[in-house]
């Protein structure tokens, strides 16, 4: 289940913002893998 495309469009953008301003040690501390490097 992808719960993120449940998420409406106002939801989503903050989603988007909050990981932009996650620094890279805390993505691989949730188990957030950027695909964009």
């Known amino acids: ?3 993120i495309l449940s ?3 106002e939801q989503l953008a903050v ?3 909050t990981l932009m ?3 890279e040690h805390q ?3 949730y188990g957030i893998v950027d695909h964009k490097e």
């Open 15 to 17: 989603a988007s913002v």
């Open 21 to 23: 301003i996650i620094p």
């Open 7 to 9: 998420l409406d469009g």
């Open 1 to 3: 289940k992808t719960e």
């Open 27 to 29: 993505k691989m501390k």
